[in-house]
């Protein structure tokens, strides 16, 4: 059983940053593909980014590119996703997510999902 519990979501205005962290318990998934989403009211859950295991390739959504940056500490079980130049477009849950094994970088499917921070970027 894996557990994803996300943390740092906050009110920011527009122009700061944030950073979230997801900590990963009950089974290592350092050697899987991690991924940050997110969902807005009244919209669908889009891909932010993803990471490989190493963190050495990562993936990000054309929408964050150059804003948001996706890293992982396998040494601490620690996914982390750095918001700066935060536009109230942004605002949304965010969500972290984890594979059981294998799969693209590219690939918007996951085995496991946390509950969600939620990110406020006010105007």
């Known amino acids: 059983q894996v557990q994803l519990v996300e943390s740092g979501g906050g009110l920011v205005q527009a122009g700061g940053s944030l950073r979230l962290s997801c900590v990963a318990s009950g089974r290592t998934l350092s050697s899987n593909v991690m991924g940050w989403f997110r969902q807005a009211p009244g919209k669908e859950r889009e891909f932010v980014a993803a990471v490989n295991w190493s963190g050495g390739r990562t993936y990000h959504a054309d929408s964050v590119k150059g804003r948001f940056t996706i890293s992982r500490d396998n040494a601490k079980n620690v996914l982390y996703l750095q918001m700066n130049s935060l536009k109230p477009e942004d605002t949304a849950v965010y969500y972290c997510?984890?594979?059981?094994?294998?799969?693209?970088?590219?690939?918007?499917?996951?085995?496991?999902w946390g509950q969600g921070t939620q990110v406020t970027v006010s105007s």
């Open positions: 997510a984890g594979r059981k094994a294998g799969g693209s970088l590219y690939s918007y499917e996951y085995d496991y």
